[in-house]
Structures are given as C-alpha cells and as structure tokens.
C-alpha cells in the first residue's frame, strides 16, 4: 500500500481529539474504500474527531453533519492536512 | 402497481412504512439471505403495492443489503420508488438519491422530519430542491403522520404519468470531462441500442463494476476498449473512476444542498449531542452500559420474560393454575401437608414389609421419618406411630377445584377430552406427551422472547444500538466477533434461544454466524441443575464449580472465535467498522411493538417445527421399545433410547463416561437440558426428583469418579444445545448448511474438550491410559496450533509468494 511508503504521511488517525482537518486523499481500493467514500468522506469534505470510545478505539467524528465511528486502522487510509 | 421504498438506515424508513401499510404487511426474508423483507399493502389502496428495501447507505456491490437492492431495482424494476431522506441529514442522505436517480425509474422525494426542522429552525427550499433534482418532492413528518396523503397522491402521480412518456431522463450530470468519458463508453458498449437503465450502466461500467459487467454480458474487447479509456483518464486526474464518481456526486449535492438548505443562525448544541457527550464519555460509558445491560437481562432474563414463560410452562402447559391467584397458597400448603402425610405413610410401609408383619399387625411399630426440604437437607425427624401411620395413609390429595377458581392446563383439558373421545392409547400419548409437550416448548419461549425483542427494538429504535457496537468493539473484534454479540452472550446465560435470536442486530453476515454458533457455549438456566447436580455429588457442593462452569463457557467462546476466524469459511476482508451513530430520538412504540411481534412470530414458524419434531422423536424413542415385544415400555430402561444408549455409550469412554446412562440423559438433554438430572433420576429408577438431583448423589456416586463427572460436566456445557436453541440456529442461519456447521463444531469441541481435559487429567492422578494420553496430546497440539496458525489470507500469501519464488 502507498501509504507505509511514506511513513510522514498525516492521516486522521495522527488527527488528536477535538480538531477537525481536510481530507486530502483515501487510500487503498475495495470495500473499506468505496465505504468510506460513500459515507461522505470524499475529497476536501471537512472532518472533525469528536472523541475515543471508551477503551480507546474506535474513534467518533463528524462529517458533512453527522457522527461516523471507525476504528483506528481505517483512519490510516485517510490522507488529511 | 408495485412501489420501493428507499432510503439510509435511521431515516424513519421503518416508520414510515409502517404508517403506510398498517397491519397489511407481511415479513420474510429476501431469498437465499438472513435479510428481512418487507412487503404490504397501502392502507387506503390495496393495489399499491410497497416493497421496503433494506436500509442501505448506497447502490454499491460491497455488502448483502446493497446487492438485495439493486437487483431488486433492476430485475422487478418497480413503478416507481419512494426515497425518504432524512432532513436533519440532506448531504448524506442524498448521496443514494444521485444513484437511484441515474435508474430512471419514477421517483418522488420523502423529505423526513419535518417537525425536528421546524424546532431547529432550518429552512428548506423545497421547490429548489425539486427542480434542481427534476423529481417532485415532499416534507413529510413519519413520525407525526403529516405529509403522507400528498407523498402517495404524488407517487401514484409519477407512476403512471412516467409510463407514457418514457423517454425522458432525469439523472444529474457530472462535471463535462466525466461526461465526455461516459457517453464514450455508452458508444463502445451499447452502440446504437437504447437499453433500459442505460445511464445506471454507463456509470457502473465506468466504476468497473464486476457484477454489472457480467450481467451485460459485453464481450471482451469491448470490457478492453473501455477500460483503456477509464486508465487514461484515471491517470490525468490521479483518481480511481469509483472515487471519481462518488467524489463528484459528493460535490453536486453539496452544491445543491448550498442552494436549499438555510440552515438557522442559532448555532446551539442539539439534545442528542447533550446524550451523547454524557453516553460515550469516556469515564462514564462503560457504567452507564452496565446499568442498560442490566436493565436488559432483568427485564427479559429475572423478571418479566421469566415469570411469563415459567407460567407458560408450570401452569398452562404443566400443572394448571388459580384464576388471579386466588386460592394459591391455601393449597400449597394443603399439598405440603399431604406430602409429609405421604413420606410418613411411605416410611412406615417399608418398614412393616422389613420387619415381615401385616399391615394390622403393627400396631406397637416406632418409625423415625427424616423429612428433607427440595435441597436435601434435613428439615425434620418425625416420630411416627401406628396411628400416625393410619392418619397418614388416609390422607386425600387435595383437590385444587376446592380451594378457588382453578384453571387446569392445557394438557390436562387434552387429556380429560381425549379420554372422553376414547382414542386409542398410543394416539392419546402421542398427543398429550409428544405433541403438546413439543408445542409446549416453543410456546414456552415466546413471552420472553417478545419481552426481549421489546428491549432490543428500544435499544436500536432510540440509537444506543449504535453506541453498544462503539463501546465494546475493541474487545469483541479480537476473537472475530462484534461489539453487538455483547448481547446474545449476556442474554445466553439466560437462555440461549433468544440469545441467539439477538444475534439479529448484527448486520455482518459473518459477526452474525460466529455469535451464533458460540452463544450456546455460555451456561443457560437450564444447565444450572447439571452443575448442580455434578458439584453436589462430587464436589461438595463448592461455588468454584459454577463458576468455572462459566469461565469455560467464556474460554469456549474466546477459542471458538480465534480458530474460526482463521478458517476458509470466515476468511476475507475484515468487516469495515465504519458504521453511523446515529441522532438519539424516541421511537415510537408501535414500530417497536410491531418489529417485536414480528421477530417473535418469526421464531415461532421457522423454528417450531425442528422443536415439535425433535421432541416428539425423542419421546417416542423413551417410551417405546422390547417388553415383551415391541410396544409402550413401562420402564426406561426397555426403550429404544436405552439401547441406543448402550449401543454408543462406547464412545464416551474416552471421556471417561461410557455407560448408558449417561448417554441417555445426554441425549435426553437435547428437549431441555434440565432433563439431565430428571433423566438421571428415572435411570436410576427414582421417581420425582429433586432440581439439584440429592436422591441420586450416591448411586452416582458409585458409576462415575470426580474426573468423570467433571468431564461429563464439560461435554454437556460445550455440545449441541437443546432443540429449541438448534432451532433459533437454524432461523438465524437460514440455511441448513450452516446450521448443521454449527452443530457439528459444537460437538466436536465439547468432545475434544472432555477428552484433553480427562486424559490429561488421569495423566495426573498417575493412572494414565497411553492411547487416551497419545490422543489427548494429539488434539491439544492440534488446538494449539489451530489457535497461532496465521489467517487464511496470510496463508494465501504465503503459498502464493513461494509459488512465485519458484519461478
């Protein structure tokens, strides 16, 4: 995958809680990607990390108006800045 | 006329249907799928036909629920179809809006929620959005009922003014490059040729959609052409075509939502976001999951769901019941007394035969009587004389019609009628014992599956559902279950029937089958007298035993959950946890009643047949066999069921149980596992026996050592569930393969178990069998292995990386 080649890449997991960043790129192909994607999470869309499940993953953010959770390892497919 | 109902899970989609049809609906499932269909009528025109899609996110072929749509849409092409979309959510929301849009099937907008808008203060510009999407749409209210009249008037409208003028498209446009390339690819793959769903195909080729290839069925140097114009412009805009499509589909309804959505200046934190911040924070989440849990498991487990199906099962289908109680405890203790009058009498008439008299003749005979209360301990010495004993013997039972308004069960009116009737006798005993005791033990389920399904359709309806998957997915996700099996395994320790039912809220097809089939390895209430009867005769009774009862069944499930993961049949991508947390909002308690009534109905029809069947089986197995020919057996012992028992008891004798008896009340444990210790009792030829069994503590006592009873503990913990629970397996499965998958695992989990932990532990007592030992040693390794092996994926790659360094 093109994203353990560049190891300075700042995805949304590196986002800290609180902040909100702009997706740049998604990652990868398939499945997690397409639904990713079809859940909003598109170039450019604004992204804001609300909070971390109580044990520490998944992570809950807002995008385009409403709450999505995902786990730790699917935000490192999402390029932010 | 036949309309689809479309939409986003947590739309008001449900709702919404449910106020259209009424009770004219009909749940099944879609074909070959666990996926609940739903169909029905409109109330005020029966011609109209509603098929509610499943709730899906978007038109892509990624999960079950999507692929059921789409070829839904496209194979049955409805009339039109209604897309509900959530108000307070438009972006999303229309996201699936662009992609029905592009079938060109008659659409009408359902825009939802229009009460929650009207509070926030928002504005819609609903013309704006009508002519922007050029399909005509309405505020509607699922929840309050408004708007309904306008949205079936309008949809009628489409349906039939779209099928005279066909021509027309309505789809959206992407920006002019896309376009270019689709038209392109409309030119390569349809030539001149119109065909239906022309726009929709031309999109899903140029997202190289496999299944929408195969089903245009293009030959392949036209699947070449195209594709060489999809790289080429894939590589100018440094995308791949899906997100190319998916991102500009993103950027017209951003657009267009800029256009008609006037979102109110009041920038205040709605109340959901007020739940939400004191629901999943960090600290005080996991208690407050404790207490909803709890809530759960003392609803339908301790209170409600008990009570209802022990008086389903005690009093209507077993011993009949007072009318409100009344006369209840007058009796009780009327039978108590006639009970110790019965011991005495008993006690006494033992005596007389020991001492070899008649009856008359012992007038001048002492008898001590211990009275013993349902544990066994001693409660009482009586010292009972011969007038005692006449006192004793000339005691009446007393009859319940004499204490109060009594209602005799169900059984008993059978058995009263069929009497009258004069039926012959094995018709009567296979009516009243295998029949309605088979119908007695589906029916029993029912309240408390309903009382439970009530909990869950509250839990999901009010989107805490949602938030349990959150919490606990860190946990569940290592052993390849979800955050939701939380529920079926704290509802297991109940009963499993409705635990496995629960596996329900699990929208992976994969998470959904491995709760399945490990949800029975938690103890159910019904194992409790086994583990009672095995620690009362073996263990002294010691607590550790319940608990390590438990603590296998956990171990069970951890396992189960790792090795499965890693075969064939589990393997793939990891399910995407990307998944909607939904606004916190009431749900209206008839969509709660009615999704409840039909989950339980459910059960009833798909899984009460495997029920009625099996039991009827094994009761025909008990009560027949050779006396004196073949026939009604008085003694168990006789049956068919016993020599079945001595014909494989064999094979438990390396688990260190191999007689008969055992066998026979492991099987007899398939009805109910409860049927053990009763079982155990009648083997042993006592009648009536206590729930933990103390008649029979010492006859055990002589056939079994500790190790083997331990081990006869574990197999029974482990192995196949009674029918009722293979039932729920296979309603849930929804395919036999599966269910028999199960099962199968199950068993043979339960007997490598038991044969580790028996050989092993004879190895220790310094008395080993070397071949048990060898064996035992063989699986455990086995285990070992099958525990650290990598997945099957990484094996895949492996294979397929040394084959590649061959070359």
Same mark, same amino acid.
């Given at each position: ?44 869309? +604004? ?28 935000? +490192? ?5 | ?807």
């Amino acid at each position: 995958m093109a994203i353990s080649d560049n190891k300075n890449l700042r995805t949304l997991r590196d986002i800290p809680v609180g902040q909100t960043a702009i997706v740049k790129r998604i990652h990868g192909s398939g499945q997690l990607k397409r639904h990713i994607m079809d859940m909003g999470i598109t170039k450019g869309s +604004e992204v804001l990390v609300r909070k971390l499940a109580p044990l520490g993953d998944p992570i809950e953010i807002t995008i385009r108006g409403y709450q999505l959770s995902l786990r730790k390892s699917e935000c +490192e497919i999402i390029e932010v800045e | 006329m036949r309309i689809a109902l479309a939409g986003n899970p947590n739309s008001g989609k449900t709702t919404l249907f449910n106020s259209l049809t009424g009770s004219n609906q009909y749940v099944g499932n879609w074909p070959g799928v666990t996926v609940e269909q739903k169909t029905g009528h409109l109330r005020k025109n029966k011609h109209l036909k509603i098929i509610d899609l499943p709730g899906i996110y978007s038109l892509s072929p990624y999960t079950t629920e999507e692929e059921i749509a789409r070829s839904f849409l496209l194979d049955e092409k409805p009339d039109a179809i209604i897309n509900i979309v959530d108000g307070t959510n438009l972006e999303r929301n229309l996201y699936l809006t662009t992609q029905l849009l592009d079938l060109n099937i008659p659409l009408v907008l359902a825009v939802n929620m229009s009460d929650v808008i009207e509070k926030t203060g928002d504005k819609i510009d609903l013309e704006k959005l009508s002519t922007e999407l050029s399909v005509p749409v309405v505020l509607i209210s699922a929840l309050k009922g408004s708007g309904l009249e306008k949205l079936t008037e309008l949809t009628m409208e489409v349906a039939q003014t779209k099928k005279q003028t066909e021509s027309e498209q309505t789809f959206l446009k992407f920006n002019q490059d896309v376009e270019n390339v689709l038209d392109h690819i409309a030119k390569i793959a349809f030539e001149d040729t119109k065909p239906d769903f022309q726009r929709w195909y031309q999109v899903k080729l140029f997202e190289r959609d496999q299944e929408m290839r195969d089903h245009l069925a293009l030959d392949t140097n036209k699947v070449e052409a195209i594709d060489e114009i999809i790289t080429l412009y894939e590589d100018l805009v440094d995308e791949d075509s899906e997100s190319i499509i998916t991102s500009e589909r993103y950027r017209i309804i951003n657009n267009l939502v800029k256009k008609s959505y006037e979102k109110s200046r009041k920038v205040k934190l709605s109340t959901s976001d007020k739940i939400d911040r004191i629901v999943t924070n960090r600290i005080l989440a996991l208690p407050i999951f404790v207490v909803v849990m709890f809530f759960v498991y003392f609803l339908s487990i301790s209170t409600i769901g008990t009570w209802t199906t022990d008086f389903v099962n005690e009093n209507i289908f077993d011993e009949g019941w007072f009318l409100f109680g009344k006369g209840r405890s007058a009796y009780t203790e009327k039978v108590e007394e006639y009970e110790v009058s019965e011991t005495i009498a008993e006690a006494f008439e033992t005596e007389i035969e020991q001492a070899g008299i008649k009856s008359e003749d012992a007038t001048n005979l002492k008898v001590e009587v211990n009275l013993y209360d349902e544990e066994g301990n001693l409660e009482e010495v009586v010292n009972a004389d011969y007038q005692a004993y006449q006192e004793a013997s000339a005691a009446v039972e007393p009859e319940p019609g004499e204490f109060g308004p009594w209602i005799p069960s169900i059984p008993d009116l059978i058995d009263q009628g069929l009497t009258k009737l004069n039926v012959s006798t094995w018709l009567h005993e296979l009516v009243v014992d295998g029949i309605v005791a088979g119908v007695g033990a589906v029916l029993g389920f029912l309240p408390q599956m309903f009382v439970l399904f009530l909990c869950l359709a509250l839990l999901e309806g009010c989107g805490y559902m949602a938030r349990i998957a959150f919490i606990m997915d860190r946990i569940f996700r290592k052993f390849g279950l979800s955050g939701k099996s939380f529920i079926p395994l704290m509802i297991g320790t109940g009963c499993s029937v409705p635990g496995i039912m629960a596996a329900r809220t699990i929208e992976n097809e994969r998470d959904r089958r491995m709760t399945v089939i490990t949800t029975t390895f938690i103890p159910c209430s019904a194992k409790l007298p086994v583990i009672a009867l095995i620690a009362g005769a073996f263990f002294g009774g010691k607590w550790w035993i319940g608990a390590a009862s438990y603590f296998i069944g956990i171990i069970a499930v951890i396992i189960s959950g790792i090795i499965l993961k890693k075969t064939k049949m589990f393997a793939g991508d990891v399910a995407p946890f990307v998944i909607e947390l939904p606004s916190y909002h009431f749900p209206r308690m008839r969509d709660i009643l009615r999704s409840s009534k039909n989950r339980t109905w459910e059960f009833v029809k798909r899984a009460g047949s495997i029920v009625l069947l099996s039991t009827i089986v094994i009761w025909f197995l008990g009560a027949y066999g050779f006396e004196n020919g073949f026939g009604r057996v008085d003694d168990v012992n006789n049956s068919i069921l016993a020599v079945i028992g001595s014909g494989i008891g064999w094979i438990f004798t390396p688990l260190g149980f191999g007689g008969w008896r055992p066998t026979v009340a492991t099987i007899s444990g398939l009805i109910a596992k409860e049927n053990v210790v009763g079982t155990f009792g009648v083997l042993y030829n006592f009648e009536g026996i206590a729930e933990n069994g103390w008649q029979i503590w010492q006859n055990m006592r002589l056939d079994f050592t500790a190790l083997a009873a331990a081990s006869f503990l574990l197999f029974n913990l482990i192995c196949a569930p009674c029918f009722a629970a293979i039932g729920a397996i296979r309603r849930e499965m929804a395919s036999a393969k599966w269910t028999s998958f199960a099962i199968i695992y199950q068993i043979g989990l339960a007997y490598s178990m038991s044969l580790i932990f028996y050989q092993l532990g004879m190895l220790i007592q310094g008395k080993p069998d070397i071949v048990g030992a060898v064996v035992a040693g063989i699986l455990l390794i086995g285990f070992i292995y099958l525990l650290f092996r990598p997945g099957y994926d990484k094996r895949l790659l492996k294979k397929s990386k040394s084959a590649y360094s061959k070359i």
